[in-house]
């Protein structure tokens, strides 16, 4: 069974010793379940905490908010695939809105970075999502289209190997969230361009973030284009990240 993914983007929030006190409380009330692993994407300095802190919990993967495509040199304040290894990160998030749009990153600099993930074993949480303008001028499908361009060259093989998050961009940290329909939508087109690319379905989960809480994931969660969410703002208080984990799917 393709496991859902509940995955926390802790973005510039929650330092190591904060880390090791969220991780344990988290811990307190988390109960496996068999259809679903939680991710946490801390920043780099609580990597290795919570890597540590969940060692041996099989359904918990770590890790790590951005990456260089280096292997290493003089790049001052960046973080290498295999650095971010070292620490305990299996996964790595690539592509999120912020880094386009605060940082500038480009689709070339987002492919480039899903190469090194792949080359050194983690694997890429690839974002993508359109602004409000872009959706109000229909464009989403289009925009979302060209920024999976970045894994048009790999393998049938490699493409197994990345998870994809539909975050619009008008839904990150605002409040407003796409329906479970408009998702769908999006998901299902996300879906046929890598079916079209050689890839079973099922294969890739896709995961919906935007706003996700506690008092509207249950009805993301439980539309079936959806394999899981990637949260924000709602995944830095440990009792309700684990509530949110917890969630029921109809
Ligand atoms: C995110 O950072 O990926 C995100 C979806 O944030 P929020 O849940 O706060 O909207």
Redesign the pocket.
Known sequence: MTHMIFAA?W?MHVGADSARAFVEQFLSKHRPLEDRDVWFFPSAVALEAVARSTDGRREITVGVQNVHWEPKGAFTGELSVSMAAESGARAA?VG???RRHVFGETDEETGRKVKALLEGGLIPML?VGETIDQREGGETLSVVERQLGVLGSLHTEELRHVVI?Y?PVW????GSTATPADAAEVHAHIRGWLTDRGLERGVCRILY?????LNNIRTLVSEPEIDGV??????LDPLSWAAMTQTPID
């Open positions: 983007n973005k998030l999120h809105s912020e974002c998050a975050e839904a990150i940290g605002t973030g935007g706003s996700v809480k990637l949260v924000g703002g709602a995944s």
